[in-house]
């Protein structure tokens, strides 16, 4: 079993940063895949960027495209989400998921990650 717990969300205006972070537990699988999704007031789970810690791979959705970054920790068993250039419409909670099997190419839809946090509220003002 993974344990995932996010941290680092709040309240920023417009064009600030943040930085979340999410740390895994248990059984984590670093060939696997982790990654972030959002999901603002009635709407749908998000994606928002997607890393494999083993090789460093990278995958991002086309809103959060040159402002944010993801990145691992691996001996922290850490990943994070710089997230600068901040818009009122990336508020959101924010989770942590983690996948349990390989894909060549990390995964953008939700059901296919294994494991989610408990989420992680960023807010905008405008």
């Known amino acids: 079993q993974v344990q995932l717990v996010e941290s680092g969300g709040g309240l920023v205006q417009a064009g600030g940063s943040l930085r979340l972070s999410c740390v895994a537990s248990?059984?984590?699988?670093?060939?696997?895949?982790m990654g972030w999704f959002r999901q603002a007031p009635g709407k749908g789970r998000e994606f928002v960027a997607a890393i494999r810690r083993s090789d460093g791979s990278t995958r991002y959705a086309d809103s959060g495209e040159g402002r944010f970054t993801i990145s691992s920790d691996n001996a922290k068993n850490t990943m994070y989400l710089q997230m600068n250039s901040l818009k009122p419409e990336d508020t959101a909670v924010y989770y942590c998921a983690a996948r349990r099997f390989v894909a060549m190419l990390l995964p953008v839809q939700p059901s296919e990650y294994t494991y989610w946090g408990q989420g992680t509220q960023v807010t905008v003002s405008s």
């Open positions: 248990g059984r984590t699988f670093s060939r696997a895949g």
